[in-house]
């Protein structure tokens, strides 16, 4: 059974700090890339950051680079999003996705329910 668990999410100051954790379980997270997304309220869903299955190449949303990091633990099965300065146009419900493109034949993609981040004094 696929499993992709988020935690870390809440209510945060702007300028303040949060971890998000994703854990993977049921398919072989060391072949997946993996990706955060979110949705704000009322908004599309879009790519925040994403880092290959063997965490060696990352990127990111412009609207967030230099402030969050991605970042994975292929040991623990777990990939991370370190999110500095936040800001209140950051608030949305933060997911993990998990990628294994198979090129012709297609891709497996699975997605978490979601945690959600709000920044606000």
């Known amino acids: 059974q696929v499993q992709l668990v988020e935690s870390g999410g809440g209510l945060v100051q702007p300028g303040g700090s949060l971890r998000l954790s994703c854990a993977a379980s049921?398919?072989?997270?060391?072949?997946?890339?993996m990706s955060w997304y979110r949705q704000p309220p009322g908004k599309e869903r879009e790519l925040v950051a994403a880092?290959?299955?063997?965490?060696?190449?990352?990127n990111y949303a412009n609207s967030v680079k230099g402030r969050f990091t991605i970042s994975r633990d292929n040991a623990k099965n777990t990939v991370y999003l370190q999110m500095n300065s936040l800001k209140p146009e950051d608030t949305a419900v933060y997911s993990c996705?998990?990628?294994?493109?198979?090129?012709?034949?297609?891709?497996?993609?699975?997605w978490g329910q979601g945690t959600q981040v709000t920044v606000s004094s």
């Open positions: 996705n998990a990628e294994l493109q198979l090129g012709y034949l297609g891709k497996y993609e699975y």
């Open positions: 049921g398919f072989p997270f060391t072949s997946y890339a």
């Open positions: 880092i290959t299955s063997a965490g060696g190449s990352t």
